[in-house]
């Protein structure tokens, strides 16, 4: 095994290779879940107005030792000046910046990005920080901060090994206060004692901690236990990494952590659309996708490039997209929690019937070629649904009254209804529904062909008069 002193296998950070592919594909995959956060100093300064971002940018200068020449700014106020709202705080003391400065290959980044780990070691601040923002610190000091600090000289090195050292004791003394914080404490110990020789001592409380909080976090079907697919997004971010940066130096990673894991591969695979699953099962070639998660609340529908993600046991709400375009998002203005829900397979298609405690069914089917999307709602009073429109989707009345939904590509779905009317709000960007009588309630979205688009225009010979 390579060593470099303090360092394991050149301590090299976990987000790498596959891992970090794999990530990116579940990015592209899921048009449900929200765009990527943005992370990192950089990031966070943009985010101000012009006179805040003036007063950060001068918060990157100071005192820098390059080679022979001493260069002299600004005294650097990074960890005393309070400037933005909570986010940029996290941001700022829980060192996501230190991505920013690891991309760099500039020697000068790299010691004054170590001279700025000082001044936050320092800080009076950062000595006040929860849990989860010194455990989010301990975790980009072990991936990015190594990586600066491998190109260091041997000063700076010891000094960066004393403020690992340091953080990774005051991790381990603090108190969770709820398994979230546990899961991040566990995990930023973890990273750690793989990164880092002589922190091997809390590798198996850490993992013991880490199996514990998995068990709260991931129910049997694999799904989040807060029911919210964003949050496993951000769990497998975390473990997936841990996982490849603990076999690359041939330690084991925790044995329920590993069969977690291994649950939440198919819930991933149920998010994921048709045509990208492949993409995101060259992590674990053995997972199969799901079509309904009965713990968790979730089902999927898919037929040709068409998918409904649908939530079975929160308000009737579902997500209509084709291929990786997201159409619309529905959903029941009535808080109704339903309580069961069985998925049926037919050559013709598939088919979701939920129930909510008598007071309302409903029964989606979706056509095998993915044109025909049908519902069929029971209720017992008068409901509304509304449809959230993705960007660039389009409504257009047509001649009958009727309604149509126009995706990017210019394809059209004609809405038809039965036992309800249809009206556009907020200024075309949503479409409700209104029953108007209680009982019975179907209506339908049907692909039609795709509008032509006008080409050009074709001149006419002038008639030559003089002939």
Request: hydrophobic content about 45%; charged content about 25%.
């Amino acid at each position: 095994m390579a060593d470099r002193g303090i360092f394991r296998v050149d301590a090299r950070p976990p987000y790498r290779g596959e891992a970090l592919s794999f990530l990116h594909g579940i990015r592209r995959a899921l048009p449900f879940s929200p765009k990527p956060k943005a992370s990192g100093f950089g990031p966070a300064i943009i985010s101000l107005d012009e006179g805040q971002q003036a007063r950060a940018f001068a918060m990157y200068a100071g005192e820098f030792q390059f080679g022979d020449e001493t260069i002299v700014t600004a005294a650097p106020f990074l960890f005393t000046e309070k400037l933005g709202n909570k986010t940029w705080q996290d941001d700022l003391y829980g060192l996501s910046w230190l991505a920013d400065f690891s991309l760099s290959k500039r020697q000068l980044h790299v010691h004054y990005t170590l001279r700025l780990l000082g001044r936050w070691h320092k800080s009076k601040k950062s000595k006040k920080n929860k849990i989860d923002v010194i455990s989010k610190a301990l975790i980009a000091l072990c991936t990015h901060g190594s990586e600066l600090a491998l190109s260091a000289d041997a000063s700076l090195r010891a000094e960066f090994l004393r403020i690992v050292s340091e953080t990774a004791a005051r991790v381990n003394t603090m108190k969770a206060r709820s398994t979230k914080e546990a899961f991040l404490q566990s995990v930023s110990l973890l990273y750690a004692s793989t990164a880092f020789h002589g922190l091997e001592r809390v590798q198996k409380s850490a993992s013991d901690m880490l199996n514990s909080t998995l068990d709260q976090l991931i129910l049997q079907d694999g799904g989040p236990a807060s029911r919210q697919p964003q949050d496993l997004i951000d769990l497998m971010s975390v473990l997936l990494p841990l996982q490849a940066a603990m076999k690359l130096n041939r330690q084991i990673f925790p044995v329920a952590a590993a069969d977690a894991l291994h649950r939440m591969f198919p819930i991933l695979a149920m998010l994921a659309q048709s045509d990208r699953t492949a993409a995101l099962m060259t992590f674990d070639a053995d997972a199969k996708p799901l079509k309904l998660a009965l713990q968790t609340g979730f089902a999927r529908l898919a037929g040709g490039k068409t998918s409904l993600f649908v939530d079975t046991k929160s308000n009737f709400q579902f997500d209509f997209a084709i291929a990786a375009q997201r159409l619309f998002k529905s959903n029941c203005e009535k808080t109704i929690l339903s309580t069961q829900a069985s998925l049926h397979d037919s050559a013709n298609g598939v088919a979701l019937q939920v129930t909510s405690n008598g007071e309302r069914e409903r029964i989606y089917f979706l056509s095998a070629d993915g044109t025909d999307l049908r519902v069929e709602d029971h209720f017992t009073s008068e409901i509304e649904i509304s449809f959230d429109l993705a960007p660039q989707v389009k409504i257009a009345a047509t001649r009958e009254g009727g309604v149509m939904v126009i995706s990017p590509d210019q394809t059209v779905w004609l809405l038809s209804l039965r036992g309800g009317e249809a009206q556009v709000e907020k200024n075309g960007t949503v479409l409700k529904i209104f029953s108007t009588a209680s009982g019975k309630m179907n209506w339908a979205f049907k692909k039609q062909a795709r509008i032509a688009k006008p080409g050009p225009r074709k001149k006419s010979l002038e008639p030559d008069l003089l002939g």
